[in-house]
């Protein structure tokens, strides 16, 4: 597992893995423990390294250091939500590739995944969403980065 902690002290450590890996560097932001952990360990099993963030503050202070390929961020967390994460990475980088996910919005509201595409998601996913969903869309994201399995 690769947690904001243990992600500090190994970025000082070594930069091998970031030259290295032929696959993809993604930094999953989300507020909810269990959600971090499915997608580490279904994204760690096909080789791709994940750096976690418990909320969008920790995600944007994290984000410099990671070399991240891909940010999954959830919508709705405290501190920061995945709206402020996503304006700024786009003012700071970029070429990053973004993917929100969440669970909903408030009635009456504009739902959070429509906000999010038009501050510059490259995609979206409705929580709960599959493993093969999940992996079809970081697939189209980056698609000379990944080589996984979609069925099976």
């Known amino acids: 597992m690769v947690s904001a902690a243990n992600f500090r002290q190994a970025k000082s450590s070594s930069n091998e893995a970031l030259t290295h890996s032929p696959m993809a560097r993604i930094l999953v932001i989300d507020d909810d423990e269990s959600v971090r952990t499915i997608v580490r360990l279904l994204l760690s099993r096909y080789g791709h390294t994940v750096i976690e963030a418990c909320d969008g503050q920790e995600g944007l202070e994290l984000f ?89």
Request: charged share 25%; with cysteine.
């Open 64 to 152: 410099p250091d990671t070399a991240a390929d891909l940010v999954i961020t959830d919508m709705m967390m405290p501190r920061k939500c995945g709206h402020e994460v996503i304006r700024a990475l786009r003012e700071k980088q970029p070429p990053v590739q973004i993917i929100a996910i969440s669970g909903g919005g408030r009635p009456g509201e504009k739902h959070p995944l429509d906000t999010a595409r038009l501050l510059g998601a490259v995609r979206v996913l409705a929580k709960p969403f599959t493993r093969e969903m999940l992996l079809a869309t970081i697939n189209e994201v980056l698609p000379d980065r990944t080589a996984v399995a979609v069925a099976g």
